[in-house]
Nanobody
Framework: QVQLVESGGGWVRTGGSLRLSCTAS????????MGWFRQAPGKEREFVVT????????YYADSVKGRFTISRDNAKNTVYLQMNSLRPEDTAVYYC?????????????????WGQGTQVTVSS
């Protein structure tokens, strides 16, 4: 069992930055593919970015490519999402997820554990 706890959300002006963190319990964090997803009001949860267990592989949704950066520190059981140049359309609840499947995964169904989410609100 893995428990994920996100933090770092909040309100930011358009063009601003936020850094989300997701800390996992358990000793096998380094074996999991990690991902960030988001869900805006009235919309389905959507893929944002994924990172391989080693951190050497990443894959971004087109909507965030060049603005968001994912990283992980396996010694701290933590994955990060640095979000720059934020836009109002980035407003959503952001969820961290951990998957046992190897490789980069973009489908919600391929993740086994989810955090409770952290709200990100971007406005002018």
């Amino acid at each position: 069992q893995v428990q994920l706890v996100e933090s770092g959300g909040g309100w930011v002006r358009t063009g601003g930055s936020l850094r989300l963190s997701c800390t996992a319990s358990g000793r096998t964090f380094s074996t999991y593919t990690m991902g960030w997803f988001r869900q805006a009001p009235g919309k389905e949860r959507e893929f944002v970015v994924t990172i391989s267990w080693s951190g050497s592989g990443t894959y971004y949704a087109d909507s965030v490519k060049g603005r968001f950066t994912i990283s992980r520190d396996n010694a701290k059981n933590t994955v990060y999402l640095q979000m720059n140049s934020l836009r109002p359309e980035d407003t959503a609840v952001y969820y961290c997820a951990a998957g046992l499947a190897t490789g980069l995964r973009i489908d919600l169904s391929e993740y086994d554990y989810w955090g409770q989410g952290t709200q990100v609100t971007v406005s002018s």
